[in-house]
């Protein structure tokens, strides 16, 4: 039974996002889950460096997906045609804890479709390959296969993705480990 859940995505960027932090766990707890927030924990004031700074987040991020019964993963795209890197690595390591995921991304589409409708520049001009000569990887499905196939994806916000994750615990949607399945 799902009942906490580790908020992944690139929310703890935003301007605002402690209030964001505090938004989704209110969110969550309308649906019966706890949120756990990357932000609900502070650096220590005595560790200064930078580079121990980021050791600290690192491991406090990891013991709360380690706490949490399955990932709530904003996986829309951030700073260009690809979800946060930080909020993939956290899907990894969840999926490789053998704990579900559940992403959710702001609109249909396939993942080329997208990346062609949102980052036009970043397609070449004959549409199949990217600016520098690479393909774009094109299985119909939202994200990358590596994101697709282990997290069901929804597409809307944080409240549809909840209310999906809500329907799976209730046995009326297929199990989020199998692979491909899709959420919408």
Same mark, same amino acid.
């Given at each position: 039974?799902?009942?906490?859940?580790? %908020? +992944?995505?690139? &929310?703890? #960027? @935003?301007?605002?996002?402690?209030?964001? $932090?505090?938004?989704?766990?209110?969110?969550? !707890?309308?649906?019966?889950?706890?949120?756990?927030?990357?932000?609900?924990?502070?650096?220590?004031?005595?560790?200064?460096?930078?580079?121990?700074?980021?050791?600290?987040?690192?491991?406090?991020?990891?013991?709360?997906?380690?706490?949490?019964?399955?990932? %709530? +993963?904003?996986? &829309?795209? #951030? @700073?260009?045609?690809?979800?946060?890197? $930080?909020?993939?690595?956290?899907?990894?390591? !969840?999926?490789?804890?053998?704990?579900?995921?559940?992403?959710?991304?702001?609109?249909?589409?396939?993942?080329?479709?997208?990346?062609?409708?949102?980052?036009?520049?970043?397609?070449?001009?004959?549409?199949?390959?990217?600016?520098?000569?690479?393909?774009?990887?094109?299985?119909?499905?939202?994200?990358?296969?590596?994101?697709?196939?282990?997290?069901?994806?929804?597409?809307?916000?944080?409240?549809?993705?909840?209310?999906?994750?809500?329907?799976?615990?209730?046995?009326?949607?297929?199990?989020?480990?199998?692979?491909?399945?899709?959420?919408?």
């Amino acid at each position: 039974m799902i009942r906490s859940l580790y %908020l +992944a995505g690139p &929310d703890v #960027f @935003r301007p605002d996002a402690h209030a964001r $932090g505090l938004e989704l766990k209110a969110l969550c !707890a309308r649906f019966g889950f706890e949120g756990l927030f990357p932000l609900d924990q502070d650096v220590p004031g005595h560790i200064t460096d930078p580079a121990e700074q980021a050791a600290w987040i690192y491991r406090a991020n990891i013991a709360l997906i380690e706490r949490a019964d399955a990932v %709530l +993963a904003n996986l &829309d795209f #951030f @700073r260009g045609p690809e979800p946060d890197s $930080g909020t993939c690595f956290e899907v990894g390591y !969840a999926v490789a804890k053998g704990k579900p995921v559940f992403g959710y991304i702001p609109e249909h589409g396939s993942f080329a479709q997208r990346i062609r409708q949102r980052h036009p520049q970043a397609i070449g001009p004959d549409g199949v390959l990217d600016t520098h000569g690479w393909s774009i990887e094109e299985f119909g499905l939202p994200l990358n296969l590596m994101l697709s196939v282990p997290a069901p994806l929804v597409v809307g916000d944080a409240r549809a993705a909840l209310a999906q994750l809500l329907r799976y615990e209730e046995g009326r949607v297929p199990d989020p480990s199998c692979c491909g399945a899709r959420m919408a």
